[in-house]
Nanobody
Framework: QVQLVESGGGLVQAGDSLTLSCAAS????????MGWFRQAPGKERELVAA????????YYADSVKGRFTISRDNAKKTVALQMNSLKSEDTAVYYC??????????????????WGQGTQVTVSS
């Protein structure tokens, strides 16, 4: 298992950029795909971006494609989410999560667990 801690959230204006970071502990990080999820008030948690365990493959939800970039550094055990051109609808609590199964890359919410505590992103219009 891995333990995950997110950071980097905050209050920004529409059009601004923000980078979220997720620090992992545990030996298995480099074997696990990682995902960034978000949950807005009254809405279900959604997968917005994911990256394979080696970083060679990525996934983005249509709502963030072209604006968000996910990356990882296996040596540092971190995964980042660069968010550009932020919109008010990006306001949510953002969570990182690790794949349940090593050496797989699935872009479905059920494939991830080991959630972090979340970091709030608020975009004012």
């Amino acid at each position: 298992q891995v333990q995950l801690v997110e950071s980097g959230g905050g209050l920004v204006q529409a059009g601004d950029s923000l980078t979220l970071s997720c620090a992992a502990s545990g030996r298995t990080f480099s074997s696990l795909a990682m995902g960034w999820f978000r949950q807005a008030p009254g809405k279900e948690r959604e997968l917005v971006a994911a990256i394979s365990y080696r970083g060679g493959s990525t996934y983005y939800a249509d709502s963030v494609k072209g604006r968000f970039t996910i990356s990882r550094d296996n040596a540092k055990k971190t995964v980042a989410l660069q968010m550009n051109s932020l919109k008010s609808e990006d306001t949510a609590v953002y969570y990182c999560a690790a794949s349940r199964t090593p050496y797989t890359f699935l872009v479905a919410a059920y494939a991830y667990d080991n959630w972090g505590q979340g970091t709030q992103v608020t975009v004012s219009s």
